[in-house]
Antibody, heavy 118, light 113 residues
Framework: QVHLVQSGPEVKKPGTSVKVSCKASGFPFISSTVQWVRQARGQRLEWMGLIAVASGNINLAQKFQRNVSFNRDVSTGTASMELRSLTSDDTAVYYC???????????WGQGTLVTVSS | DIVMTQTPLSLPVTPGEPASISCRSSQSLFDSANGNTYVDWYLQKPGQSPQLLIYMLSYRASGVPDRFSGSGSGTDFTLKISRVEAEDVGVYYCMQRIDFPSTFGQGTKVEIK
């Protein structure tokens, strides 16, 4: 059975950082890209970027290139996303999704709510 | 960035009736090198993560009922539901991935009349 399990909700102060993890099981993680998508309340889905699990290659949307980093650990089947210099605009649900090598977002995590508030 | 524009944004539907959602991209999503069109459709049911419905224009994902179909070409795409069921309520998104960054439409909220 396929699972993408994300870490729990976070409340952070402006200017700090947050790390969201995403643990995969039940599908070929190493053949995948893990992609990160966020959704602010009432807003459309916003693609942040991806990491290719096998190579570690990263592609980030331009707006996130200065304050977002991705990582992955093949041995544990885990991917992570770190968002730095948080502002209230970063308050959103963050999703990881995996493509199992097919390009489209086949498997999704349950989402992690990140709230940025002073 | 490629802009994806969906219409309508809200779609009240009657169970058993058909429904249609349009999506237009600011650039062609057709790759002449391989003949693929890189538009996918996702459904986000209330309180849930998005789920894949249609990939590469017209291929239904595993487990997706055959009342869902995707069509179109170039820059104009359509998701059709032949007979809407109560479980189909939620927000439908088109997404392009022919070019980075991938981008989503605004979403179309389907609700039962």
């Amino acid at each position: 059975q396929v699972h993408l399990v994300q870490s729990g909700p976070e409340v952070k102060k402006p200017g700090t950082s947050v790390k969201v993890s995403c643990k995969a099981s039940g599908f070929p993680f190493i053949s995948s890209t893990v992609q990160w998508v966020r959704q602010a309340r009432g807003q459309r889905l916003e693609w942040m970027g991806l990491i290719a699990v096998a190579s570690g290659n990263i592609n980030l949307a331009q707006k996130f290139q200065r304050n977002v980093s991705f990582n992955r650990d093949v041995s544990t089947g885990t991917a992570s996303m770190e968002l730095r210099s948080l502002t209230s605009d970063d308050t959103a649900v963050y999703y990881c999704a995996a493509d199992a090598g097919r390009g489209y977002l086949l498997y999704w995590g349950q989402g992690t709510l990140v709230t940025v508030s002073s | 960035d490629i802009v994806m524009t969906q219409t309508p944004l809200s779609l009240p539907v009657t169970p058993g009736e058909p429904a249609s959602i349009s999506c237009r991209s600011s650039q062609s999503l057709f790759d002449s090198a391989n003949g693929n069109t890189y538009v996918d459709w996702y459904l986000q049911k209330p309180g849930q993560s998005p789920q894949l419905l249609i990939y590469m224009l017209s291929y239904r994902a595993s487990g997706v009922p055959d009342r869902f179909s995707g069509s179109g070409s170039g820059t104009d795409f359509t998701l059709k539901i032949s007979r809407v069921e109560a479980e189909d309520v939620g927000v439908y998104y088109c997404m392009q991935r022919i070019d980075f960054p991938s981008t989503f439409g605004q979403g179309t909220k389907v609700e039962i009349k």
